[in-house]
């Protein structure tokens, strides 16, 4: 067996760079789509909004109880031939690997956001509500400003570990063809006979971008510490 | 001796006006049937039993429970399910509640600038303005950039004063003010709430402080499951209220 030879890892950087900027890039979209959406569902489902909170709670059970993989399939196969029968001519619309990868993750993460927001906002005090009311203020404000603040700091521990594991998730890119940061390293693995070196490699990489997360979250939670300490 | 300020059975603008209101949380009778009218300026305290409904009735006021029967009038707006009107009048009613229900993840100067600005569309530096001004009435200006649980019961019940406040509102509710806090704390809300008495503001409390209800109440009203059972000027109920229940309950709360 030869001798780790990290020298690969420095040749192989700006491919595993393209890869890393790839998972970053579909991290930072699904967060954003899934928080938006993940909000809005909650928040129908907290106004118990009659039929839209029953379509909302099936798509959330739908959404967390398939993998992810096999939404990515079903996306990117099922969605072109939908396409297709809509257009009226029956020929699939391709919707393509880097459009079917961000839509799916916006959309599958919106659901475990969801859950997760709807929990926090179950957990505000209902004083918060009635002093809301008793101020005049309205209902879009009292959510913006009171309500939806405190939650988000009460879930940012949850939050984060979510979007960590979305972060990782992202590997699954992979069944559509498309080459994020464990992908760029397992072809290059393959390629050049250094797997331990490469995963090593990987690895670190993970690790340092996940803990700096867990960093960020950290300071943001120290700033506003005091605030949702108790009530 | 302060003249006394009561509700005329001719004034034609009371406050406030409640008649024959009705609330029931599922088969119980919050409030069976309960009239009130308060005057300008006139300071009301209510108390009785746990359960006799007092609280329900200053919520019903500014519609933080909805009533099931009955005629709610503020300042010559009738409460009805209109949000228009719901706003109005919530706008121009300031409520202090037992557990405070301050903003935890905004400043003390934050809490009271939020509904001035969004509600009153006041300027952020006009609402600024305000919010210092009526801290500084409270006393509790120096800690304007503190978080609420860095401050004491004490403070962040005054804190809630100058909140409600800030809107500027012609009648102020008090939700048991001071239950919520230690001993100690007590007087220094007591002595604030006084002041804005003496300021001439409207108001309805909600206490056991009798006390305090001596020194600014016009009136005191009594309560007792769900209806009004006594009313009168606090010197006179204190020393000799007329129905028995009234007696048992004074008994009960000086011992």
């Given at each position: 067996?030869?001798?780790?030879?990290?020298?690969?890892?420095?040749q192989?950087?700006?491919?595993?760079?393209?890869g890393l900027?790839?998972?970053?890039s579909?991290?930072?979209?699904?967060?954003?789509?899934?928080?938006?959406?993940g909000?809005?569902?909650?928040?129908v489902q907290h106004?118990?909004?009659r039929?839209l909170s029953?379509l909302?709670?099936?798509y959330?059970?739908?959404m967390?109880s398939?993998?992810?993989i096999?939404?990515?399939?079903?996306?990117f196969f099922l969605?072109?031939?939908v396409?297709?029968h809509l257009?009226?001519?029956?020929?699939?619309v391709?919707?393509?690997?880097?459009?079917?990868?961000?839509?799916?993750f916006?959309l599958?993460?919106?659901?475990y956001?969801?859950?997760?927001?709807?929990?926090?906002?179950?957990?505000v005090?209902k004083?918060?509500?009635?002093?809301?009311q008793a101020?005049?203020?309205s209902t879009?404000d009292?959510?913006r400003?009171?309500?939806?603040?405190q939650v988000?700091?009460?879930?940012?521990p949850i939050i984060?570990?979510?979007t960590?594991?979305?972060f990782?998730d992202?590997?699954?890119?992979y069944?559509?063809?498309l080459?994020?940061l464990l992908?760029?390293?397992?072809k290059?693995?393959?390629?050049h006979g250094r797997l331990?070196e490469?995963y090593l490699?990987v690895?670190?990489?993970?690790?340092?971008?996940?803990?700096a997360?867990?960093?960020?979250?950290a300071?943001l939670?120290?700033?506003y510490a005091?605030?949702?300490?108790?009530? | 001796?302060q003249?006394?300020?009561?509700?005329?059975?001719?004034?034609?603008?009371?406050?406030?006006?409640?008649?024959?209101?009705?609330?029931?949380?599922?088969?119980?009778?919050a409030?069976?049937?309960?009239s009130?009218k308060?005057?300008?300026?006139e300071?009301i305290?209510?108390c009785?039993?746990?359960g006799?409904g007092?609280?329900?009735l200053?919520?019903?006021i500014?519609?933080i429970?909805?009533h099931?029967s009955?005629?709610?009038v503020v300042?010559?707006i009738?409460?009805t399910?209109r949000?228009?009107?719901?706003?109005n009048?919530r706008?121009e009613v300031?409520?202090v509640?037992?557990s405070f229900?301050?903003?935890?993840?905004l400043?003390?100067?934050?809490?009271c600038?939020?509904?001035?600005?969004k509600?009153?569309?006041?300027?952020?530096p006009?609402?600024?303005?305000?919010?210092v001004?009526?801290?500084?009435?409270v006393r509790?200006?120096?800690?304007?950039h503190?978080?609420?649980t860095?401050?004491?019961g004490?403070?962040?019940?005054?804190?809630?004063?100058?909140?409600a406040?800030c809107?500027?509102?012609?009648?102020m509710?008090?939700?048991?003010?001071?239950?919520?806090?230690?001993p100690e704390?007590?007087?220094?809300?007591?002595e604030?709430?006084?002041?804005l008495?003496?300021?001439?503001?409207?108001?309805?409390c909600?206490?056991?402080?009798?006390?305090?209800?001596r020194?600014?109440?016009?009136?005191?009203?009594f309560?007792?499951?769900?209806?009004i059972v006594?009313e009168?000027?606090?010197?006179?109920?204190?020393?000799a209220?007329?129905?028995?229940?009234?007696?048992a309950?004074l008994?009960?709360?000086?011992h």
């Open positions: 067996m030869n001798s780790l030879d990290f020298s690969i890892v420095l192989a950087w700006p491919y595993l760079w393209s900027l790839f998972s970053l579909l991290t930072a979209a699904a967060f954003l789509v899934g928080m938006f959406l909000t809005l569902f909650a928040l106004f118990e909004l039929v029953q909302v709670r099936s959330v059970a739908l967390r398939i993998p992810l096999l939404v990515l399939f079903w996306f969605v072109p031939i396409l297709g257009s009226g001519n029956g020929r699939p391709p919707v393509g690997a880097t459009y079917t990868a961000f839509i799916t916006g599958f993460e919106a659901a956001y969801s859950e997760i927001i709807r929990v926090g906002l179950r957990a005090n004083g918060q509500f009635e002093a809301c101020l005049a203020l879009f009292t959510y400003h009171v309500i939806l603040p988000f700091r009460v879930a940012s984060l570990s979510q960590i594991i979305l990782q992202t590997s699954l890119v069944v559509l063809s080459t994020d992908g760029a390293a397992s290059l693995a393959q390629l331990v490469m490699a690895a670190v990489v993970y690790l340092i971008i996940s803990c997360a867990s960093q960020f979250v300071s939670r120290k700033k005091i605030a949702g300490a108790r009530r | 001796m003249q006394r300020r009561t509700v005329s059975p001719t004034d034609p603008f009371p406050m406030v006006i409640v008649e024959r209101l009705v609330k029931r949380f599922g088969s119980f009778n409030l069976s049937g309960v009130l308060v005057a300008k300026g300071k305290v209510l009785g039993p746990s006799s007092k609280s329900t200053i919520r019903c500014n519609h429970e909805k099931d009955g005629r709610i300042d010559g009738e409460l399910d949000i228009r009107d719901i706003n009048i706008s300031g409520m509640f037992q229900n301050l903003f935890p993840h400043s003390v100067l934050e809490n600038m939020l509904a001035p600005m509600v009153r569309g006041l300027a952020e006009e609402a600024h303005e305000r919010a001004a009526l801290l500084r009435k509790i200006h120096d800690q304007a503190k978080y609420p860095q401050l004491s004490g403070q962040q019940q005054r804190v809630a004063i100058a909140r406040l809107m500027q509102p012609k009648i509710l008090f939700d048991e003010p001071t239950s919520a806090l230690d704390m007590v007087k220094e809300v007591l604030t709430i006084v002041e008495a003496q300021d001439g503001m409207t108001m309805v909600v206490t056991h402080e009798m006390g305090f209800a020194e600014v109440a016009d009136r005191v009203v309560m007792d499951l769900g209806s006594e009168g000027d606090p010197s006179t109920f204190f020393r209220p007329n129905t028995d229940r009234a007696k309950f008994n009960r709360i000086i």
